[in-house]
């Protein structure tokens, strides 16, 4: 079954401080992946994806992500977390194979503590 | 605003009535998707369109559920004999893509859904 795991619930990081939000997945082929990131009362707005090509990925707001084929995941990172950082983070992935079916993570909550 | 809407923001029903939300993807678009998303969860895909076909349609869809896109432009889901276990935040996206086949690499732009409560 093709599927994807965010292992933490809730990540908790001082402000100032690196950041990483992890993600693994599995699904057949190749996939695109993505971050998006979720506010209170807005909706998902994209952030950073993977398709093909250089392994790390520069996006919105100051967010890269890794993409590790031999591992499956594709972890999101920040330099240094702002308060304004703070919120609900899902990774998600569209495999190739055929088929319209975005996956969605069970979503990660950063919280930047000032 | 040229982003995704979808109407209404909220909505309270009792159980066993029928409910339809409304959704206005980018005008560009020609991918429209629906989610379902529940507390604690991220979206659960519901079904796809490219431009007014359906292409796609979970198992997690049941038969009272249905969605059209009839012009290729809006879309509709309409939920009928609503039940207790339809209470979420139903999620309407759009992307652009070219060619009509395959998994998308595109982004999704996502609207703020519809908070459906059934009583």
């Known amino acids: 079954a093709q599927s994807v795991a965010q292992p933490e619930d809730q990540v908790n990081v001082a402000e100032g401080n690196p950041l990483t939000v992890k993600c693994t997945y599995s699904?057949?082929?190749?996939?695109?992946l993505f971050w998006y990131v979720q506010y209170p009362n807005r909706g998902l707005q994209f952030l950073l994806k993977y398709i093909t090509g250089d392994n790390l990925v520069k996006g919105s707001y100051g967010f890269e992500a890794e993409f590790n084929k031999s591992q499956t995941s594709f972890h999101l990172k920040k330099p240094s977390a702002l308060v304004s950082d703070s919120a609900l983070y899902f990774c998600?992935?569209?495999?190739?194979?055929?088929?319209?079916?975005?996956?969605f993570g069970a979503g990660t909550r950063l919280f930047v503590k000032a | 605003d040229t982003g995704v809407s979808q109407d209404p923001r909220h909505k309270i029903t009792k159980r066993g009535q029928n409910v339809t939300f409304r959704c206005d993807p980018i005008?560009?678009?020609?991918?429209l998707y629906w989610y379902r998303q529940t507390l604690g969860q991220g979206p659960e895909f519901l079904t796809y369109f490219q431009n007014e076909a359906q292409l796609e349609k979970s198992r997690l869809l049941s038969d009272r559920f249905s969605a059209e896109r009839p012009k290729g432009s809006f879309s509709t889901l309409e939920i009928q004999r609503t039940e207790q276990g339809d209470s979420a935040m139903y999620l309407c996206a759009s992307s652009l893509a070219m060619g009509t086949s395959g998994a998308s690499y595109n982004e999704q732009f996502f609207g703020p859904g519809t908070r459906l409560t059934v009583l």
């Open positions: 699904v057949s082929g190749n996939p695109y």
């Open positions: 998600a992935v569209s495999p190739d194979t055929g088929g319209f079916k975005t996956i």
């Open positions: 005008s560009e678009h020609n991918r």
